[in-house]
């Protein structure tokens, strides 16, 4: 079928203009051109866009608030409570519960996803095997990457490091750590650059998730980054820590960041909900400061759901508009602005994160979606419902 949009608002384009699926095919039309359409439909301006990209899940983990439960809602007993069931975890109960999730983010309007897979001795690959066959299921709809991480820490245990490694080798697309969890987060960031070398793959690290602000395992990463030569190629995210820093070392980090070309992912609902915990007074909101990082630094800087109803949030409806909006709250990002910068932190940056053009092109296969909105922020305040057009 063959369908014309008219005056469809393109935000990475960042134009008005017609577009079409033809042959299920993206087509520009021009005048005096013999194309018959089966629909016309004039969105008078509505925002027509590729889809969310939702660039840090743990889609091994989702949906198991009814059975594993978090006393105090703190990140330490989150990890504690979730190795014992990890480990009793079959490949049929992770297919079960993580295409439940992909199956909520694609009714609203997500189409690329990078979930993070616990990997260790415990739970060997049963939840990347899953995930495996759900990337190949939803590949025609839906990208999804797979990151091998080791939650358990592998700087004091070979035998998660093993694992890891057979994970890459299964063909996980990237390498993920966790250096502040480890007693030498500089031996644990050499390991995993190890790895990624090895298989040639992009590193996602959890960095410094916690209300420390002595916690600086990003410039050891910074620096690494730099010595092995992979510029451009290494994603930090949660960077907590920095929430309970002066300015002035915020400051001082920043540009290490930048120098070493490294792309920050906020997880701001999460981030929310497990950090300051132990503040009694003046509590800390625990969100990296990512006003400051994109709009004065121009580092790279995506905003995803990271937890989805698990031991560590057990809220999430695998909307990103929804994540952006608590974003707003969190992060005091209502100001001019800051509502278009947050769209672009569920679209356009995690999409080049992800290696993808968010922009159309003429004949490429493109999700074709349609927001119930006529600019980036109304969507957001709106909650906009997504459609598809072709259906």
């Known amino acids: 079928m063959n369908v014309l949009l008219k005056n469809a608002y393109l935000p990475a384009n960042q134009c008005v203009r017609d577009i079409a699926s033809v042959e299920g095919k993206i087509h520009f039309p021009v005048p005096g051109e013999a194309v018959t359409y089966d629909r016309i439909t004039d969105l008078e301006g509505k925002i027509v866009f590729k889809g969310f990209a939702d660039i840090h899940t743990h889609l091994d983990k989702t949906m198991v608030t009814d059975k594993v439960k978090n006393r105090s809602g703190t990140l330490s007993e989150a990890i504690r409570i979730m190795g014992p069931y990890k480990a009793s975890m079959t490949e049929e109960d992770v297919l079960e519960r993580a295409e439940k999730t992909i199956r909520m983010a694609y009714s609203n309007g997500t189409r690329y996803i990078r979930t993070h897979i616990d990997v260790d001795k415990a739970i060997g690959l049963t939840s990347v095997r899953a995930l495996k066959k759900l990337r190949e299921k ?27 490694d ?59 980054t730099v010595q092995n030569g ?18 002035k070392e915020v400051n001082a980090i920043l540009p290490e960041v930048k120098k070493a070309g490294i792309q920050v992912i906020s997880l701001p609902s999460t981030n929310l909900y497990l950090e300051g915990r132990g503040d009694t007074a003046r509590v800390r909101r ?6 400051k990082i994109y709009r004065e630094t121009g580092i790279p800087t995506a905003i995803a759901s990271d937890n989805i109803r ?27 602005g800051d509502l278009e910068d947050l769209f ?19 004949g490429e296969s493109a999700p074709l979606l349609v927001l119930d909105a006529w600019k980036k922020d109304e969507a957001i305040i709106s909650q906009s419902i997504v459609l598809d057009p072709l259906k």
């Open 138 to 164: 939803y590949r025609d709809v839906l990208k999804l990457e797979l990151v091998a991480f080791p939650q358990e820490g592998i700087a004091e245990d070979p035998a998660n490091y093993a694992a890891l």
């Open 166 to 224: 057979e994970a890459l080798a299964a063909g996980c697309d990237l390498v993920g750590g966790i250096p502040a969890n480890e007693k030498d987060p500089a031996k644990h960031i050499r390991m995993i650059f190890d790895l990624a070398k090895k298989y040639d793959v992009d590193v996602d690290m959890h960095i410094d998730e916690n209300d420390d602000p002595s916690s600086k395992t990003i410039l050891e990463l910074a620096k690494q």
């Open 344 to 362: 672009d932190m569920i679209h356009s940056i995690p999409m080049k994160m992800m290696g993808l053009h968010p922009e159309y092109s003429e």
């Open 230 to 247: 992979y510029e451009g190629r290494v994603f930090a995210g949660h960077l907590c820590s920095m929430a309970s820093m002066d300015p």
């Open 286 to 291: 625990g969100i990296a400061p990512i006003k």
């Open 310 to 336: 698990d031991p560590f949030n057990p809220f999430g409806n695998g909307n990103p508009l929804e994540t952006a909006l608590i974003t707003a709250h969190g992060c005091h990002m209502g100001g001019v």
